[in-house]
């Protein structure tokens, strides 16, 4: 069965540094999206993608977050100058846009640890 | 206000017995519920959704529009339900909103 992957699976970085989280959806999906969750907080909304662009963002998603789609497969986000606050999982998911109460896949998460 | 609240962080039961997740939301439109699990270091996967109206694994969930409620019922607890359940409600463009989880613990 397809699934969502995400790489790497845990990142250590300096506050201040760029970081770029990578996913790939699922082939055939047409709707990305980007969660967080933070250590012992509810799983957060962060962006959603479709058709190569931003389709909503929530307020957490400032100027220091985005997201790009460069090829057919990767969908990433990159956060330009991380924060102690980022530190944080992130989950990427993805729906197939059918129309619908669709399910969306998620993958299995990175582990972003600002320093 | 879309707002999804899990009253209990944790939920400690005995093998066999009844298990209610409780889930209540916030949403002024026709709401599209669902429960995602997340067992021990494995990815949050999809357990039901209101619309389907399936039993998985022995769990329902019945929306109750009258009191904004969407919790989850097994008749008898297995270990295996150990995990992490999350209640969500899909808003504009089916982002998800999330409650805070709430953990089963089943204990033998």
């Known amino acids: 069965e397809p699934e969502v992957t995400q790489t790497p699976s845990h990142q250590v970085t300096q506050m201040g540094q760029e970081v770029i989280l990578r996913c790939v959806p699922i082939?055939?999906?047409?709707?990305f999206y980007w969660y967080r969750q933070i250590l012992g907080q509810k799983v957060e909304f962060l962006v959603s993608?479709?058709?190569?662009?931003?389709?909503?963002k929530s307020e957490i998603f400032d100027d220091q977050f985005s997201v790009e789609r460069p090829d057919g497969s990767n969908f990433t986000l990159k956060i330009r100058s991380t924060k102690l606050e980022d530190s944080a999982m992130y989950f990427c998911?993805?729906?197939?846009?059918?129309?619908?109460?669709?399910?969306?896949?998620f993958g299995p998460g990175t582990r972003l640890l600002v320093l | 206000a879309q707002r999804v609240t899990q009253p209990e962080k944790l939920l400690s039961v005995f093998k066999g017995a009844p298990v209610e997740l409780k889930c209540n939301y916030s949403?002024?439109?026709?709401?599209?519920l669902f429960w995602y699990v997340q067992y021990s270091r494995q990815r949050l996967q999809l357990l039901l959704r209101?619309?389907s109206r399936e039993s998985i694994k022995g769990f329902t969930a019945d929306l109750n529009k009258g009191e904004t409620s969407f919790h989850l019922k097994k008749p008898f607890a297995q270990e295996e339900d150990s995990a992490m359940y999350y209640c969500?409600?899909?808003?504009?463009?089916?982002?998800?909103?999330f409650g805070a989880g709430t953990r089963l613990a089943v204990h033998p």
């Open positions: 998911a993805s729906r197939p846009g059918q129309g619908g109460q669709e399910t969306q896949y």
């Open positions: 082939s055939n999906h047409l709707y």
């Open positions: 993608f479709y058709n190569n662009e931003i389709s909503e």
């Open positions: 949403y002024s439109g026709s709401p599209e």
């Open positions: 209101h619309i």
């Open positions: 969500a409600l899909a808003g504009g463009y089916n982002k998800l909103i």
